[in-house]
Every structure is written in C-alpha cells, then in structure tokens.
T-cell receptor, first 118, second 113 residues
Framework: ETGVTQTPRHLVMGMTNKKSLKCEQH?????MYWYKQSAKKPLELMFV???????ENNSVPSRFSPECPNSSHLFLHLHTLQPEDSALYLC?????????????????FGPGTRLLVL | AQSVTQPDIHITVSEGASLELRCNYS??????LFWYVQSPGQGLQLLLK??????LVQGIKGFEAEFKRSQSSFNLRKPSVHWSDAAEYFC???????????FGAGTILRVKS
C-alpha cells in the first residue's frame, strides 16, 4: 500500500525536543486525519482536515500542532512531549465531506510512525 | 452518540478452522460499517465495507461480513483461517456528524498451527 505514506516510521525524542511527523497521500483525496494508537486503548481521533481546513480537534493538548499546507500533505509538529505520548501515530485520508456527507467516508491509512518519548 | 462494541478482546483459532469476529453498533439509522485489519507494526487496511444493498458483503483476503439490522451486528467471517490472518481486527461505523469513523476497541486474532 503506497497510497498514504508516513515519515519517519520510527522516532525517539526527548521531552524537550521538537520534531515533526509527515504524512503524504497520493489518492487525490481532500480530507486527512491524525490518529493516536496507544497500547490497550481504542484508536483516538486527534485532528481532521477537509480541504486544508481543520474541522475537528478532539481536545488534543497544544503540544501537538497539526499543519495541512495542501490536500496532499499533513504534518504533526511535536514539542515538549510527555512519556505518555509514546504511541503509534496514524495518518489517514478520504475523499472529503463534500463527496460523501454523513459518515459515508472510506478512510485509507498510512503505516504509522512509532513514537517513543524518553 | 454512535458506538461500536467488539466483545472479544482476543480470539484463538486453529489454522484451517472457521472464524467469526463479532461487532455490534449503536446507531438509529442505517449505518455505514467497516472492517479494518492491522498487522503488527503496520497501519490499518480496509477489509470490506457496507453502505447499502446486499447485507452480505465480500471483502479482500477471503473475508465476508453480514449486516443484521435486527441484531445491530456486522460480524466478520472467514471459512478457513490461514496463519497470515493473525492480526488485530477493527470494526468501525461512519459518524453521522461529519466524516469521522467511530472504532471499536479491536479483536486480536491468534492462529495456532
């Protein structure tokens, strides 16, 4: 599956570092998503972007800062993270609300970035 | 609010045996339902989806799922499991407000030889 790519695949950072996760989709989609997947917890939706506009922020702490410069790219900027932020961060994309209103969206996922905060 | 319940956290089946993974959803109208699979260290891959029409849906890798409105269920089945099917399986429902998916907690499938 190369439709949605994520870099880096693995990241180790200290609590005072600043790093960024990158996601790129090659599917011509207009919506992009960030999810957090922690061990023994359900998948948590963090942010949703439709046509480059943020349409959902699921009460995510400000130490996570998303950026969507165009419909193909999505970034997650990280700063002063905590050890409990260690998780698999998944990016996904879909056609977008205008094409499929009301829950009829099929999301396609990238392979994830495994983040470890020391 | 919509919700998805996957009652089984772990399931172990023998290779070659049949498989059924359970999924129950909470939603008043006709739901949009999905099954995804996640292999260790990987992202989620779409197995199949149900939007409308035939309630028995065929997916990739020999999987199928049946939508039963009366039971609010969308169980995933496979007639003969292969060792490569060992993974975590997620059921999801499309949220009515916007383009979000509501995921279940997942079921980890182990396959014994």
């Amino acid at each position: 599956e190369t439709g949605v790519t994520q870099t880096p695949r693995h990241l180790v950072m200290g609590m005072t570092n600043k790093k960024s996760l990158k996601c790129e989709q090659h599917l011509g989609h207009n919506a992009m998503y960030w999810y957090k997947q922690s061990a023994k917890k359900p998948l948590e939706l963090m942010f949703v972007y439709n046509f480059k506009e943020q349409t959902e922020n699921n009460s995510v702490p400000s130490r996570f800062s998303p950026e969507c410069p165009n419909s193909s790219h999505l970034f997650l900027h990280l700063h002063t993270l905590q050890p409990e932020d260690s998780a698999l961060y998944l990016c996904a994309s879909s056609q977008g609300l205008a094409a499929n209103p009301g829950g009829r969206e099929t999301q396609y996922f990238g392979p994830g970035t495994r983040l470890l905060v020391l | 609010a919509q919700s998805v319940t996957q009652p089984d956290i772990h399931i172990t089946v023998s290779e070659g045996a049949s498989l059924e993974l359970r999924c129950n959803y909470s939603y008043g109208a006709t739901p949009y339902l999905f099954w995804y699979v996640q292999s260790p260290g990987q992202g989620l891959q779409l197995l199949l989806k149900y939007f409308s029409g035939d309630t028995l849906v065929q997916g990739i890798k020999g999987f199928e799922a049946e939508f039963k409105r009366s039971q609010s269920s969308f169980n995933l089945r496979k007639p003969s499991v292969h060792w490569s099917d060992a993974a975590e399986y997620f059921c999801a429902v499309g949220a009515v407000d916007g383009n979000k998916l509501v995921f279940g907690a997942g079921t980890i499938l182990r396959v014994k030889s």
